[in-house]
Every structure is written in structure tokens, then in C-alpha cells.
């Protein structure tokens, strides 16, 4: 697993970001205070965990990346696709509470460098998106709502649209997330996802249970939409890391039955 130790404090972090001027990390679980059932390094400020605590948290994360936490950007994710906008001027919005974060939000995107842009997971797909001509990054949250409505795609199109990216530039990785055997959904998820992917891959998304319950490979699904989006095969670096299977480092909303911590991702650019 590569994963990165700072003192008490582990992060996951992307080979195809090494040597470039960028701060692209997901936090892992251990090393913070939050007690049972958020143990221990728990992001989220919205599950009932003690704000006090998570803030302690997000303090010890972003002092091991070298970041200043008061300066994170959050938002009040929404399993939507919208993505924002964001500058020097967001700096701190959710940071330390929910009630500054930006609203029905989960993507972020910016020009401008020292602009911390996280998002938080436990088991939904952490997309990240960085052009190093342009000098453009993007962080996005892939649930299966978002992966359905192809928020993959829509970030990069508006990295293109607004800040005239081009698509084979884009590097793109894909962090911890629930793995194919371990995510039983219902007809609806496959009926919402069917239409977006091939003939041909199809079959490495999808297993079937019976009784109308069937698998899905978020992970996957989302490899599949960055290089739909016209990102180089090259250029992508899924982390292969399932939330369920590697429970120890990283939250999962569904092995844990819906009460648990956050883990977080963070995307910066250095100047």
C-alpha cells in the first residue's frame, strides 16, 4: 500500500504526482482523537463526531502534509455534480464549520496556487485532476449518484472550458474506495449506470447476486469515465485500495453500517 507516515499520522499519496509542485494526499485513519465509532483520525465534521476533536484532526493531517488547516476549503457534499469554482478568496471556507463551508457541492476547481481543495469519503470515490501546463487542479467526490452522472467527465470538461486544459494533458488518480465484491446495490444503480459504458466494459463492473441485487466497481467506473473524458491510459493512476477490505486505514460507510468517520483528501498547488 503507498502509504506515506508523518510522526503518528499516514497518508495516502500518488506516484504520478511525484516531483511536481502539487500536495495530493487521503488521509488515513489512525493517528488522531476521535473516539468509537469515528476512531481515530476522523475528517467529517457533519457525522456526530466531536467538533473539537475533529478539528484537533484535521490540524495533525494538514501539519503532516506542511498545510495550514485554517485555510482548507470544504463543502456540504450532496452526492451531486456540481462542481465550484474556487480562489484565494475561498480560503477557509469549512475549514473549522460546517456553516462556512460552500453549499450543495461536490467538486472544486482552481487556478490559483496555495488554494487547498478537500473533499471527504468512506467508500465513494476520491477523483483527482491536475493539468501541469495550464496549471489547473481539480478534486472531485464519486459516489454512485455522482459516478452515474458522470462527474469525472464534467470536471475535466470544465477544466477545458474555463481554463482551456487540454484533455491529454490532464493526470488523473484515483483514491480508496469500496471495492467491486463488497458494494451491493439495487437494479436503480445499474439502471442509472448501464448507459454510460460499453458493451465491452460492462462485464468488469458488474456482477449479478440475485434475488435483484447485484455488484458494482465504482473504482473501475470511474477509470472508465476519466479516459471517456480523454484522459491518456498513461495518465491515470487508480491506487487499487478498497475502503471495505482495508477498513484498518480507511473509513467505510457500509462495512461500518453507516456510522463512522471521514477520511479526507487534500489537493493543493505549490507556487
Not at 41 to 70: F, I, P, S, T, W
Request: overall charge negative.
Amino acid at each position: 500500500m503507498p502509504v506515506q507516515n508523518k510522526g503518528y499520522i499516514s497518508f495516502l499519496t500518488f506516484s504520478i504526482f511525484q516531483g511536481l509542485p502539487l500536495k495530493a494526499a487521503v488521509s488515513c485513519r489512525k493517528g488522531g482523537v476521535s473516539r468509537p465509532p469515528f476512531t481515530s483520525l476522523n475528517m467529517g465534521l457533519h457525522v456526530g463526531d466531536r467538533v473539537e476533536d475533529v478539528l484537533e484532526n484535521r490540524k495533525r493531517y494538514c501539519r503532516a502534509l506542511g498545510l495550514d488547516e485554517g485555510l482548507l476549503i470544504n463543502c456540504r457534499q450532496v452526492h451531486g455534480t456540481h462542481i465550484e469554482e474556487v480562489s484565494e478568496e475561498d480560503r477557509g471556507r469549512g475549514a473549522f464549520s460546517l456553516d462556512t463551508a460552500i453549499p450543495d457541492t461536490d467538486g472544486l476547481i482552481t487556478s490559483s496556487p496555495d488554494v487547498p481543495l478537500t473533499m471527504n469519503y468512506a467508500d465513494c470515490t476520491p477523483l483527482f485532476f491536475y493539468d501541469p501546463v495550464r496549471k489547473v487542479c481539480a478534486l472531485s467526490h464519486g459516489g454512485w449518484r455522482g459516478t452515474a452522472g458522470d462527474i469525472a467527465g464534467k470536471t475535466v470538461s470544465l477544466m477545458v472550458e474555463i481554463f482551456h486544459s487540454r484533455r491529454e494533458d490532464i493526470l488523473g488518480a484515483i483514491g480508496p474506495a469500496i471495492g467491486l465484491m463488497d458494494f451491493e446495490v439495487g437494479k436503480e444503480v445499474i439502471d442509472a449506470m448501464r448507459p454510460l459504458f460499453s458493451r465491452e466494459e460492462w462485464p468488469s463492473l458488474f456482477r449479478e447476486k440475485g434475488e435483484g441485487k447485484y455488484l458494482f466497481g465504482l473504482a473501475k467506473a470511474n477509470y472508465y469515465l476519466m479516459r471517456k473524458a480523454g484522459l491518456l491510459e498513461n495518465h491515470i493512476e487508480d491506487c487499487h485500495i478498497s475502503t471495505w477490505t482495508d477498513n484498518d486505514f480507511f473509513y467505510s460507510y457500509r462495512k461500518e453500517k453507516g456510522k463512522t468517520g471521514r477520511h479526507m483528501a487534500v489537493l493543493m498547488m505549490e507556487p
